[in-house]
């Protein structure tokens, strides 16, 4: 054990102990996405509890565990990961029914967004068992916490996780397309060996900004927004920054830029469909309001009587 963890292992048992930790429940523990020492004490506490940790790369977590002091052996490690979640998910179940708690952890960040745990997680509840998350890191809400979104003026809130994008280039361009019309932020994932493609790709989307993270937590960590156009000159500027695991933010489309396109789909349709209907499927294309996009209509129409039918 690292002598640096000693008193959060002392802290851990000291501040989480009193809870109540059931047995046949599977704990889901975020885990550090670079940084041990982000790791909480509640996971601390629960990692040293569990009968068997369950984890994506068995390695891996018995690396982590050891540098925070919790002595597990080989037998108490359970391999569930993507080749085999659906399969492993049952001996889970069959030691939870033994009263076993079973904690479940990835290779880094919170279970069940990008890594595997959730069909364990399904799993576990269609058994009619408990599963109990406890928080922590993930890549995901670290980059958001420092993208700024909320001081853009936009219609459109909230953000969609997309995550990694297909491999081969036409699907990966295919669905940069689709997020061009997608008005909220969207936070996508990306390996060092893709980064330099999906920056080409992402650079149809112009003035659109884009907050890069790369090495999120750890000692050579940067953070950085610009225009989704000058990525690729951002990367080739410094070849360290081919370097680590990526998260980005594309940001929402700005509230003028969006309202034009908003006006532009509806008046097309009006020129083709019955203003409800061109209203309905105005609706389904933008994800804007029905209503807003009614009263629009009802002015378009006002002022062009003879464009729409």
Same mark, same amino acid.
């Given at each position: 054990m690292s002598a640096s963890f000693s008193s959060a292992r002392v802290a851990a048992a000291d501040a989480a102990s009193g809870q109540h930790y059931p047995q046949s429940a599977l704990y889901v523990v975020a885990t550090p996405i670079g940084n041990l020492a982000d790791i909480t004490l509640r996971a601390l506490h629960v990692l040293s509890l569990a009968d068997t940790i369950a984890c994506e790369d068995t390695r891996h977590t018995q690396q982590m565990l050891r540098a925070f002091g919790i002595d597990k052996s080989g037998g108490q490690l359970l391999a @569930? +990961?993507? +080749?085999?979640?659906? *399969?492993?998910?049952?001996? @889970?179940? +069959? !030691?939870? !029914? *033994?009263?076993? !708690?079973v904690a479940y952890v990835s290779d880094a960040g919170t279970p069940g967004i990008s890594d595997p745990g959730a069909k364990l997680a399904a799993s576990v509840a269609a058994a009619g068992l408990r599963a109990i998350p406890l928080p922590g890191a993930s890549s995901v809400t670290t980059l958001l916490s420092v993208a700024g979104l909320a001081g853009e003026a936009s219609a459109a809130t909230g953000f969609v996780f997309h995550g990694f994008l297909p491999s081969k280039a036409q699907e990966r361009a295919h669905a940069v397309d689709l997020l061009a019309t997608e008005a909220r932020a969207v936070v996508l994932l990306e390996a060092p060996h893709r980064i330099e493609a999906l920056a080409g790709v992402l650079a149809i989307l112009g003035s659109r900004s884009i907050t890069v993270g790369r090495e999120l937590t750890k000692q050579f960590e940067e953070i950085a927004t610009l225009l989704a156009s000058d990525m690729s000159t951002w990367l080739a500027a410094d070849a360290n920054r081919l370097r680590g695991e990526f998260v980005l933010v594309l940001h929402p489309v700005p509230e003028q830029q969006q309202n034009g396109e908003d006006l532009r789909v509806l008046s097309l349709l009006l020129t083709e469909l019955p203003l409800k209907s061109a209203v309905k499927l105005a609706a389904e294309i933008t994800g804007q309001p029905r209503n807003a996009l009614y009263e629009r209509a009802l002015d378009l129409k006002k002022n062009n009587p003879g464009d729409a039918p």
């Open positions: @569930v +990961h993507q +080749h085999n979640e659906t *399969e492993a998910a049952q001996t @889970v179940i +069959h !030691r939870l !029914r *033994e009263g076993q !708690r």
